[in-house]
């Protein structure tokens, strides 16, 4: 019982530990965090990687509003309200392109239930055909034949 309880009390902390980073990049993002994370709508690669026109001008109103003290999701969010969700360079976690996530995990674990199944039914089949003694008795000529054979080999 202390254990489960050490063990929850750890995983709490690591999770603390792990969310505050992650609020202090929304609350304060970096130019090239956005950069890196947006894609420029019309050649569509990282926006930190093109040097379009429209790049450029997003780049600019990232710059600006940063200084303006901007949220990373206000900032996204405006972009996306001008541009449109062609600007993410992942999937949403939500709504329709929830779908791009859970398919992939989805399959996976299909995958791995389907060999582990394979795997299971192929150990059962073949530990009771075994068991069972799947070879009939030889008839007494048949085995005779066999133990000349065998002699003259041995022979």
Sequence with gaps: MRLAAAAAAFVAIAALALCAPALGSEQHPTQGELESELVCPTCHVPLDESNSPIAQQMKTFIRAHIAL???????????????????????????????AWLLPIGGALLGALAIGGG?????????????????????????????????????
């Design 69 to 99: 003290g901007w949220t990373k999701s206000r900032i996204e969010g405006a972009l996306a309200g001008q541009l449109g969700d062609g600007i993410y360079g992942v999937p949403r976690t939500h709504g329709f392109d929830l779908i």
């Design 119 to 155: 795997a299971w039914r192929w150990s059962r089949v073949r530990t009771a055909a075994g068991a069972a003694g799947s070879a009939p008795p030889l008839d007494a000529e048949l085995e005779r034949r066999i133990d000349d054979e065998l002699a003259r080999f041995d022979g």
